[in-house]
C-alpha cells in the first residue's frame, strides 16, 4: 500500500506472506504510524501470540498491508467504543 492517512479505526489486510503466520489477517489501526500502523488482531486467538490488556498488536510498515475500511466500533481495552 502507498503511503495514506490512516485513522483510528481503520482496518487493514496484512499482506499473504507476512511473517509468524500472520499474513492475510485483518488489523485494526490504534496508531497511525510514519512507517504505516500499529493496530491489533481482529483474529489473533487462533495463532501463538503475545498479547498486551488481551490484544495481540503488530506494526507492519506500508509495504505490508492494503487498506480495507473502517471499523464502526472500537473494543478499547474490554468496553466498546463508537468511532467517529
Known sequence: MKKRDLE???VVQLKPDYGNGFGGMLVVVT???EFG???Y???????????WKGKAYLRPSWAD??????LHWLE???SDTEVD
Open 8 to 10: 483510528i479505526g481503520d
Open 41 to 51: 488482531l481482529m483474529a489473533y486467538h487462533s495463532v501463538n501470540a503475545v498479547t
Open 76 to 78: 478499547a481495552d474490554g
Open 31 to 33: 496508531e497511525p504510524k
Open 37 to 39: 500502523c500499529q493496530g
Open 65 to 70: 498491508m492494503e487498506y480495507v475500511g473502517k
